[in-house]
């Protein structure tokens, strides 16, 4: 596979496709579809739908060119062994982590809210990696996964821009990867976190990377 470039701010970036993974971040029905995690923390789920099209187009692009693509999802075991009291003791006690909701167990793995939604479902060979933290690297075999076939460079979606895209993206610096994030594949319920979160990334020269869109990219690897 050839070597492309990404317009993005602030510079644009060579590529290499077979060292490129597209990361999908929690794109799951708890932080998206009403009764699950993120509604319970009071958010208007809706404002991530946003984020839909974008990456479904994206990731259609992508497979027909091969580049690799690895979805996470975050949650816990359901006896929450894996989850650490700081975070589950935060909020109401009914709507806490493990708790019962309209989608199963707030946030525990195999439960219907944990599922990745379906617009943006895996395909076969296209690795889930199941993370308890908000950076996908935090205890999870992400980084064998991504090392074992070269990967250098990932292209950064999903939600919520702010919490754990940024979190992944801070991780992946320090371990050495070149990070875009694909703005209109990232969403938030704080629209001015969103926007802040992505110049941050590409503030002092891109600190932590490069931004870019699901339009940029598909225009480079066509
Ligand atoms: N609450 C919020 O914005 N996010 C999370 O709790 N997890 C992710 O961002 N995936």
Same mark, same amino acid.
Request: charged share 25%; hydrophobic share 35%; no cysteine.
């Given at each position: 596979m050839k070597e492309v470039t990404i317009h993005a701010e602030p510079t644009p970036v060579p590529v290499a496709l077979d060292r490129t993974a597209a990361v999908i971040i929690d794109m799951q029905r708890d932080f +998206?579809? #009403?009764?699950g995690f993120g509604e319970t923390l009071?958010?208007?789920?809706? +404002? +991530?739908?946003? !984020?839909i099209p974008p990456c479904k187009a994206l990731l259609e692009g992508l497979r027909a060119r091969g580049v690799f693509i690895v979805h996470t999802r975050e949650g816990h075991r359901a006896d929450l062994s894996d989850a650490h009291r700081a975070k589950i003791e935060r909020g109401e006690p009914t709507k806490r982590i493990g708790a019962e909701g309209p989608m199963g167990? %707030? +946030? %525990?793995?195999?439960? #219907?809210?944990?599922? %990745?939604i379906e617009e943006l479902a895996p395909r076969p060979g296209e690795p889930v990696i199941d993370k308890?933290?908000?950076? !996908?690297?935090? !205890?999870?075999d992400l980084e064998t996964v991504l090392s074992n076939r070269g990967i250098d460079t990932l292209l950064v979606c999903g939600v919520t821009t702010e919490v754990c895209v940024h979190t992944t993206v801070r991780e992946a610096n320090d371990r050495g990867y070149r990070c875009l994030v694909l703005s209109d594949c990232c969403a938030s319920y704080f629209p001015e976190f969103h926007a802040i979160g992505l110049k941050m990334v590409a503030a002092q020269g891109g600190i932590f990377g490069w931004v870019t869109d699901s339009k940029r990219v598909l225009d480079a690897i066509r």
């Open positions: +998206l579809e #009403p009764g009071g958010n208007d789920v809706s +404002l +991530l739908r946003s !984020a167990r %707030i +946030l %525990i793995r195999g439960e #219907p809210g944990h599922d %990745i308890p933290g908000k950076g !996908a690297f935090y !205890a999870t």
